[in-house]
């Protein structure tokens, strides 16, 4: 709890989320880490007519939910839980945040590919390894790995260089992505 204290004071912004293994409850962790830190719960069950469902298909409680710094809630969007295995095979529900970029940086940001046009099955051994293989050659030959180095050892903010890592990503998944289709 101390670092998002210490990092909420620095100007840091925080969303945690996922399955928390345990309901919300006045006696949660997680109402206890909003209580001890400048994070909240979001209320993604005033958005759903059905307010008493399980997040886990063996179970019968809320465990999933997101947890955001103060700052955040007027950017948010939309909000929900995704049906089981709609976007991945798991015994749990998705939970998602969409928000706005514009309120949060100033500016539109990119949107993200649909998850339909992807072509890489990850139960696929073959196809999981071709992947990895292709995005780790790209981005090592193109020295990301040294360029995250110095992005992370530097204690002032490098946006160009934040950008040129974020094209090199994109570019190494969509090459990894080409080579599986091979």
């Known amino acids: 709890m101390t670092w998002i204290v210490q990092g909420h004071q620095k100007g840091e912004w925080y969303i945690l989320a996922g ?3 345990e309901p919300l409850q006045s006696t949660s962790s997680a109402i206890k880490l909003c209580s001890n830190s400048t994070l909240q719960v979001v209320d993604i069950l ?5 307010k008493k469902f399980s997040t886990t298909k063996t179970g019968k409680d809320r465990i999933g939910y997101i947890l955001i710094s103060l700052e955040l809630p007027q950017a948010i969007q ?6 089981f295995n709609q976007m991945v095979f798991t015994d749990h529900r998705g939970v998602y945040l969409d928000l706005n970029g514009t309120s949060l940086f100033g500016s539109d940001t990119a949107s993200l590919m649909n998850h339909n046009t992807h072509s890489i099955i990850t139960k696929d051994p073959w196809c999981a390894t071709k992947y990895i293989t292709a995005a780790h050659k790209h981005l090592t030959d193109n020295h990301f790995w040294e360029n995250i180095g ?3 050892q530097s204690h002032e903010p490098n946006h160009s260089l934040s950008e040129k890592l974020d094209t090199l990503l994109v570019q190494a998944c969509t090459i990894a992505e080409m080579k599986c289709k091979m």
Do not use: A, H, Q, V
């Open 19 to 21: 399955n928390f293994n």
């Open 78 to 83: 939309k909000k929900g839980y995704r049906s």
């Open 150 to 152: 110095i992005l992370l």
């Open 46 to 50: 005033s958005s759903m007519t059905d």
